[in-house]
């Protein structure tokens, strides 16, 4: 194996099951060590995807390749791992008993205490799974796909159930893995999460990628951002009419202006009127998955495959 | 194929990544399921205890320890009905634990690991025979207590074919886990079984049957099993007919099991 094989290759995937197209023609290409969120709404085909890429299923036409092989093989090997939704736990066995399970079946596998206290359950180990809280129940998947210390891990809402604290620790533990250079996959619907930990974003929807870039990028395909100042009885014809602007709000003493060019507005405010307090956001990530994965708009088959 | 691994201490250990012996069975796996099974305490109630129960209820009467069958005792004829329906508990609930792993996602959980679903039956299925094993000495000791006569080597080549034979119950139950796709399986499998032994003479003897009904348990799946397991008392057994019903059932639940196992394995 050389270092240019990709940890992940999609080509031209499709999945249907019965007339639904769950997948439709989805294209991507993962780099080792790369961190990647997987992001779309509820039916934008994550799931199915995850699947495949864990040999769950198989394509109903293209390639899907894990680590320059077929994904059983890297299952098989412990070279790929993931934390599922769906993965189910035994109520009647213990944390440790659960994890001692699972290593007993990779070769080689990291110690069971190992994993335990790097998921953050070792002082709950010998309480049975059934009497574990959702966070606590979460944080034994992950310590099971720890076990075979994989090359590529894959993450279906891995942080479901976790308080604050939880959540913390384990994107730390992730970062941790990738800046060693463990390529991640995580889907995830905590749009922060994506923002703060992820290198690179892909936006699905309708089982076909409709975005993927670093978050800025995505997020300024959301188109502009938005200037706000401090300007008592703004003159809001004047800055509708600068290049770009979208929009002009007048809320109170302040005005917010949504423009594709927002250093533009920023320079006539500040150069040519009295406005203070400038202040200069981009849409959120939020603003851009709504945008980009909303369905209806005519244009945003036009965006499709922009950055992709 | 090779990869790299990062120790505590920053040194890197080259590792070769392999796939387990055996598909990934092992003692520690088996070990750790019995310990499972030993936890669920209506298990352990319905296998080990309630068959022991049954038959000093109805195995231990005077009478029936004065009377001779065989080469024992009626009481002894008896105990070894009952080690047989104990074992078939015992084997069934073993197999059908997989429709619990089914039900709650453990199996998809297994999936991400290289368990061989070959390796994974071969478990289930030596679960379910150490819980037969368990089922069957249970019942032999409390019946060795309780006046139950044969002759030792008698004893042990009952007991021997009442636990092999039970194998079919293991295939049974793994059939029904793949089929019924309920945690709560043996709540339906249990009566189910008590149906079954009554109607393959565990409970009563054939020979108290109607003509019609008699013929008629003889096609049924526990009378093979019972009529293997209490031949070397001696005396009139169709032997023949008996092993054809335990060979024809076992194959039908074995195909069973493994035609819904592969359909499971597609779809998963």
Known sequence: ??????????????????????????????????????????????????????????????????????????????????????????????????????????????????????AGIADVADRMVAKASGGQQQRLRFALALLPDPDLLILDEPTTGMDVQGRRDFWSAIRADADRGRTTLFATHYLEEADAYADRIVLVRHGRVVADGTAAQVKAMAAGRSVRATWRG?????????????SVDVRGDSVVVHAKD??????????????????????????????????????????????? | MSTTTGTATGTVVPTERRVPPLGGFSTTLVGLELRRLLRNRRAVIFTLVMPSVFFLLFGTDGDYKDQASGAGNLTARIMVSMA????????????????????????????????????????????????????????????????AQLPLWRLVVCGLLAWVCSLVFAAFGLFMGYLLPSENVMQILGPGL???????????????????????????????????????????????????????????????????????????
């Open chain 2, 84 to 147: 047989v329906y104990g074992a078939m508990i015992a084997t069934t609930s073993g197999g059908a634990m997989v429709a619990t792993e089914r039900a709650v996602g453990w199996s998809r959980q297994l999936r991400l690991t290289p368990l061989n679903p070959v390796a994974y039956i071969a478990v289930k299925a030596l679960v379910a025979m150490t819980m037969g094993l368990a089922a069957v000495v249970a019942v032999f000791v409390v019946g060795s207590l309780a006046g």
């Open chain 1, 1 to 118: 194996m050389n270092d240019t094989t990709p940890a992940v290759r999609l080509a031209g995937v499709t999945k249907t099951f019965g007339s639904v197209r769950a997948v439709d023609g989805l294209d991507l290409t993962i780099e080792p060590g790369e961190v990647v969120a997987f992001l779309g709404p509820n039916g934008a085909g994550k799931t199915t995807t995850v699947d495949m890429l864990l040999g769950l299923s198989r394509p109903t036409s293209g390639t899907v390749e894990v680590l320059g092989g077929d994904p059983r093989h890297a299952v098989a090997l412990g070279r790929v791992a993931a934390v599922m939704q769906t993965g189910g736990l035994l109520k009647d066995f213990t944390i440790r008993e659960t994890v001692e399970l699972t290593a007993s079946l990779f070769r080689p596998s990291r110690p069971v205490d190992e994993v335990l206290d790097r």
């Open chain 1, 262 to 308: 927002s250093d533009g507005v920023a320079r006539f405010l500040l150069t040519q009127t009295p406005a203070t307090d400038l202040e200069i956001t981009s849409r959120n990530l939020e603003d851009a998955f709504v945008a980009l994965t909303a369905d209806a708009p005519a244009d945003t088959r036009d965006r499709e495959g922009v950055l992709a």
């Open chain 2, 194 to 268: 008590a149906i079954l032994s009554f109607a393959g003479g565990l409970f009563v003897p054939l020979t108290e049957f109607s003509h019609v009904f008699a013929t008629l348990a003889k096609l049924t799946p526990a009378y093979g099993v019972g009529e293997l397991a209490r031949a070397p008392f001696g005396g009139e057994h169709d032997l023949a007919l008996a092993a054809l019903n335990v060979v024809a059932w076992g194959l039908v639940f074995v195909l069973g099991a493994a035609w819904r196992m592969s359909r499971d394995t597609q779809r998963v």
């Open chain 1, 234 to 246: 703004a003159d809001t014809r004047a800055l509708a009419s600068l290049e770009g602007v979208d």
